[in-house]
């Protein structure tokens, strides 16, 4: 359930957020604007995978022998 609603939260934000940059763009070489707008879903990818290193923790045998 949380993963639906993060698709469809990310899908209202970016589609304004790429929009306004693209607005902001606008009269310059669209190929360039268009390379600018869309590298914020690239780097939101970026952030994600460097949050997961640190939050995703593995739960193997090894680690858990302690317990």
């Known amino acids: 359930a949380i993963n639906n609603m993060a698709v469809v939260i990310s899908g209202a934000f970016f589609q304004p957020v790429i929009g306004k940059i693209l607005d902001w763009c606008q009269g310059t070489n669209q190929h360039h604007c268009y390379k600018i707008a869309l590298s914020v879903i690239f780097f939101s990818y970026l952030l994600a995978g460097i949050i997961a ?3 995703i923790r ?6 858990n022998r302690g317990f």
């Open 53 to 55: 290193l640190f939050l």
């Open 58 to 63: 593995s739960n193997s045998i090894e680690e």
